[in-house]
């Protein structure tokens, strides 16, 4: 057994302890986290909407730079994370050590590397550090904390952590600047 493989049967027989928290942790801190970040972006839009509010200016506004400063960076992570998942068929951890390590709750059985949790949480909290530092910074605290829910669940390595950890990271920064190239600002 390497080194990886120990880690996640250690975690996996403490999150054995506490299956409610580990899968609420790993599963449903990406949905409170989607939340925080819409929520910090209309309070950014809000902010600095010009008066009406619902005028078409503002709408427009609305829309285009929730595509392409909030969504587009997200999908294009995950669509960078999709190819390379399906380039790097990696068994997940309770599939490759079926009689040490147990899924603490139902999971499809595909490969996992890299996390597209990760990846896709990751990617959000970047783009929220953006429009606010703190509520970006409660995303980044809750997408470490479900990657090592996710570890403990028995359905990533760590290393599926870490490497979806730095596609999210870097994917948004390199799309701002493709955008800034092309002359597209934030309205």
Same mark, same amino acid.
């Given at each position: 057994m390497n080194f990886e493989t120990s880690i996640v049967k250690s975690l996996n027989h403490w999150g054995a302890s506490h299956v409610g928290l580990v899968k609420f942790v790993a599963n449903d801190f990406v949905y409170l986290a989607l939340l925080i970040g819409v *929520?910090?972006?209309? %309070? &950014?839009? %809000?902010?600095v909407a010009v008066k009406p509010l619902f005028s078409p200016f503002n709408i427009r506004k609305l829309i285009a730079?929730?595509? @392409?400063? *909030?969504?587009?960076? #997200?999908?294009t992570a995950v669509v960078i994370s999709?190819? @390379?998942s399906k380039a790097i068929d990696r068994a997940r951890p309770f599939v490759a050590h079926p009689s040490e390590i147990k899924a603490l709750f139902p999971?499809? *059985?595909?490969?996992?590397?890299?996390?597209?949790h990760m990846v896709f949480t990751v990617a959000l909290a970047v783009?929220? !550090?953006? #429009?606010?530092?703190?509520a970006g910074?409660?995303?980044?605290a809750m997408a470490v904390l479900s990657g090592i829910a996710r570890v403990m669940a028995g359905i990533h390595y760590p290393s599926d952590i !870490?490497?979806? !950890?730095? &596609?999210?990271?870097? !994917?948004p920064p390199i799309t701002a600047k493709i955008l800034n190239k092309f002359r597209f600002k934030r309205l």
């Open positions: *929520l910090t972006f209309l %309070y &950014i839009e %809000y902010k730079d929730g595509a @392409l400063w *909030l969504a587009l960076p #997200m999908v999709e190819i @390379l999971h499809s *059985l595909d490969g996992g590397f890299p996390s597209h783009c929220v !550090i953006e #429009m606010h530092d703190r910074w409660v995303v980044v !870490i490497v979806g !950890i730095l &596609i999210g990271a870097v !994917i």
